[in-house]
């Protein structure tokens, strides 16, 4: 049963993020057809920031009115915009529209803003969903979050998107770099993406599976959120029922059982007592919004480290990661992405394992990953000319501070998270909430650097000249 549960909870976190992080995996392909070519990243980061009103409305609607929205109803309708959305996507993504004497993506650009929306709110759905469950299936939501990137990163290798090959082209005779000479003449080296072993459209229709999946995932979710627990220390104990609900009204109906267990008549005076105090417990926890144990300061500090955290993870360094890791070979390029992406669950299944709520352990990796990030965002400023270009310590200090930049953030996120379910329902809406405001933070902060000011050179991972 618990098992179970696990891949349910994982298969639902892998639906919260799958649909946005497929479509940023498959760019290489779709940039080839769409009329935007490589503009098309800076309008998907616009419509990833819009959709933002999705969250913001969730948000306000906790704030003012408690209680009123539904949330599995709230979920079920946002995953099955979701399953339409891509699904439409799969046949209208090609589809242009003459506006202002130019072809734009109309089709392509309007499905994204729905999959965003979806994306983005499950932020401040999905995650406080799962404190219905036990602590210890948020870790796994978020090691199925954490797969959300890296499961269509693997479809996307085996499909050869984004993979490059090096050939010799021709070009005039003044050309003065990177040139050999044959018998033929005057070559250049360039690059050039491999032919895609299949098709966009297939590769839209396994996102479009996933996300059947996760409503799947979710509605066998909704059954089992009330779950047997055994104590072992206590023989003779009868099982207690592991729930927390998400309304006011579902909190008063638990509590109500938990009063008619006390007035059981098969228990004896300490199992009385126990569940009595357990009842209590429950209470508080389910009705306060106040982080038990910390200080006001503390509960500021949690959630400013959520948003500079996020901001880092969702923002800043996305855009760059390209510019990093190409100038020193493909090969980088790709171990990178693919292993930063296995860090995010690898991470999680770490704080599976080795929980710690310490809140110095989380400034700390905090600090430790942020130092990650400079030394990432660094090597992008310099492309196409990094340190260590032409020595092997360079590509392997990149990959490897790609892959400590997303496993201690991504830890840092799931204790954090581990931390607001434990306390209430209200702080997992406001978490979400931060997540999404340091996210939008970040990427409006990157977009005008990378698409306006064009601060950013992108490297030939083919050519060994660095210039300028």
């Known amino acids: 049963m618990a098992l179970g549960v696990h891949l349910l909870a994982c298969i639902f976190g892998m639906g919260s993020w799958i649909a946005i992080n497929g479509l940023w995996v498959e760019l290489p392909l779709i940039v080839n057809v769409l009329p935007e070519g490589w503009d098309l990243p800076s309008y998907l980061t616009v419509i990833i920031q819009l959709a933002n009103v999705g969250p913001l409305s969730v948000t306000l609607m906790h704030k003012f009115a408690p209680g009123k929205m539904k949330e599995i109803i709230a979920i079920y309708i946002i995953i099955s915009i979701g399953i339409m959305a891509s699904l439409l996507m799969v046949f209208f993504w090609k589809e242009t529209t003459l506006l202002a ?9 309007i ?23 036990q602590t210890s299936y948020i870790t796994t939501y ?10 269509p990163g693997l479809v996307a290798i085996g499909q050869g998107a984004g993979m490059i090959m090096c050939v010799n082209v021709s070009k005039p005779a003044n050309v003065t770099t990177e040139n050999i000479t044959d018998e033929a003449g005057l070559y250049q080296t360039e690059a050039r993406y491999v032919p895609a072993n299949f098709s966009t459209e297939t590769f839209l229709v396994f996102l479009t599976v996933m996300m059947v999946f996760c409503l799947v995932a979710f509605a066998l979710l909704t059954r089992v959120t009330c779950l047997p627990h055994k104590n072992p220390s206590e023989e003779g104990v009868p099982n207690q029922v ?16 938990r009063a008619a267990d006390v007035q059981n008549p098969g228990m004896n005076n300490l199992q009385k007592q126990a569940a009595n105090s357990a009842r209590a417990a429950d209470a508080q926890n389910l009705t306060s919004g106040v982080l038990v144990g910390y200080s006001k300061h503390q509960f500021l500090f949690l959630y400013l480290l959520v948003v500079w955290v996020n901001s880092l993870t969702n923002g800043f360094l996305p855009p760059v990661q390209s510019y990093s890791c190409l100038p020193y070979g493909n090969t980088a390029y790709h171990l990178s992405a693919a292993l930063s992406s296995f860090a995010n669950p690898g991470a999680c299944m770490i704080a599976l394992i080795l929980p710690n709520r310490s809140l110095l352990l989380l400034g700390s990796l905090s600090l430790l990953g942020t130092m990650f990030g400079a030394y990432n965002m660094a090597m992008a400023a310099l492309s196409p000319c990094p340190v260590l270009l032409h020595s092997s310590a360079g590509p392997a200090l990149i990959v490897l501070s790609w892959i400590l930049f997303t496993g201690t953030l991504s830890y840092v996120k799931v204790m954090i998270g581990i931390i607001f379910r434990d306390e209430s329902h209200s702080a997992l809406v406001w978490c979400g909430a931060a997540v999404q405001l340091g996210s939008m933070i970040g990427a409006l902060t990157m977009f005008p650097l990378v698409n306006v000011f064009e601060i950013f050179k992108t490297g030939d991972s083919c050519s060994t000249n660095c210039s300028l």
């Not at 978020?142 to 499961?151: A, D, K, R």
């Not at 592991?242 to 579902?250: A, K, R």
């Open 101 to 109: 004497g130019r072809l734009h993506s109309t089709a392509f650009l």
């Open 111 to 133: 499905l994204t803003f729905f999959l965003s929306l979806v994306d983005c709110t499950s932020s401040v759905t999905f995650l406080p969903f799962m404190m219905r469950l």
């Open 142 to 151: 978020f090691i199925g979050e954490g797969l959300s990137g890296f499961l």
């Open 242 to 257: 592991v729930c927390v609900s998400t309304t006011e009204s579902e909190s008063s109906k638990y509590i109500s059982k």
